[in-house]
């Protein structure tokens, strides 16, 4: 096991590992490959549709060329002026479609890779890089390894088939001179088309290749130990032993306020020591029942009892009714109609002790 890392890196990345690999490092999954073979592919089509407009637009600026210098012309500053705007206006209509194609293809593949994630951090100065230690390890890494390969295959496939292309048509190519304009036009147009097609499939097949590999390697570099998934779980639900000291903190505050409602209850009803529960009834609201205050079981009833005694709060023994509000009624709310008998008895009985005489 590698020190300080947690572990063997076996387990798969968590969504918040993978968020945060994201978000704040800039680390997506993307294969330099699929961009280039996409960015071939679309300007090779849109060549092909921009083709004869291309050439129309060739042709006529050729004529119009032609036609100037043909003309009665004065070689003057004016005159170079006007060639030069004429020249760059023509050019920008020819080449600015397929230019156009060129660069935006592979910033949508770059995006819909990257899923519109804009980020400065992949390539923001990191002192770690002018390590020459590690830039050898670099140099001989299984990345540098496997990108060597990919360009040896790519170079390798396209020069063998420009070499076979080209002793497969030596004869047809000697026949060139023997063909007018349009047909060695046309006869290199399709002999180049068919070249491009086949560079095309090689890059294909390669991408796919390059964007497994990149998967692969995407994935073990987000891997995590065991004990790191149990930290950032940690992290997510709370350290176990800060969450029971937590909710033992609350208990303990919640106890307290329930303890200081004691003294101001009207009654307690006990059975006899496992349970206790504290009545307070407010003879100003007369529509409301009497609620529970304070309830306990065991040792927290005998405590309850001890704070009513000491506050002179009238305690009654009924054992099925004291078990009865403990199971039934949470503290702060109203006892229910089918207890209202009961508990009047009950209240009856504390005001006739106390001497309290109640009106109406």
């Not at 798969?12 to 999954?29: M, S």
Request: glycine share 6%.
């Amino acid at each position: 096991m590698a020190a300080g890392g947690g572990g063997e890196k076996t387990e798969k990345a968590t969504p918040k590992k993978r968020r945060d690999a994201r978000e704040k490092e800039g680390n997506v999954l993307q294969s330099k490959e699929i961009t280039i073979a996409a960015s071939i592919f679309f300007t090779f089509f849109a060549l092909l549709l921009l083709g004869k407009y291309m050439f129309r637009m060739i042709t006529e600026t050729i004529s119009i060329w032609f036609a100037r210098i043909g003309g009665d012309i004065t070689p003057n500053s004016e005159f170079i002026m006007e060639t030069a705007v004429f020249i760059m206006r023509s050019c920008a209509m020819i080449l600015v479609p397929l230019v156009a194609v060129t660069f935006t293809v592979p910033i949508i593949v770059v995006l819909f890779q990257t899923k519109g994630l804009f980020t400065m951090k992949p390539i923001s100065p990191k002192f770690s890089k002018l390590n020459p230690i590690n830039g050898f390890k670099r140099l001989f890494s299984l990345q540098s390894s496997v990108g060597i390969i990919k360009g040896l295959i790519e170079l390798g496939a396209i020069g063998a088939i420009v070499y076979a292309r080209i002793i497969g048509n030596v004869r047809d190519y000697q026949r060139l001179t023997d063909m007018d304009v349009i047909q060695g036009v046309s006869f290199i147009a399709k002999t180049g088309f068919d070249l491009v097609m086949t560079i095309i499939v090689i890059f294909a097949f390669v991408a796919v290749g390059d964007y497994i590999f990149q998967w692969w390697q995407y994935e073990k570099k987000l891997r995590m130990s065991k004990q790191e998934v149990k930290d950032e779980y940690k992290q997510i639900e709370g350290d176990p032993q800060i969450k029971g000291k937590i909710k033992q903190k609350q208990r303990e505050v919640a106890m307290k306020r329930m303890m200081e409602q004691v003294p101001a209850a009207d009654v307690v009803v006990r059975n006899p020591t496992h349970f206790a529960v504290a009545l307070i009834y407010e003879k100003e609201n007369t529509s409301a029942a009497p609620r529970v205050v304070a309830k306990g079981k065991d040792s927290l009833a005998l405590k309850i009892i001890d704070i009513a005694e000491k506050h002179e709060v009238y305690i009654t023994e009924n054992r099925p009714l004291a078990r009865e509000l403990y199971e039934t009624v949470e503290i702060g709310g109203e006892i229910p109609p089918s207890l209202y008998n009961a508990i009047a008895i009950i209240l009856t009985d504390m005001y006739a002790a106390k001497g309290i005489t109640i009106n109406g």
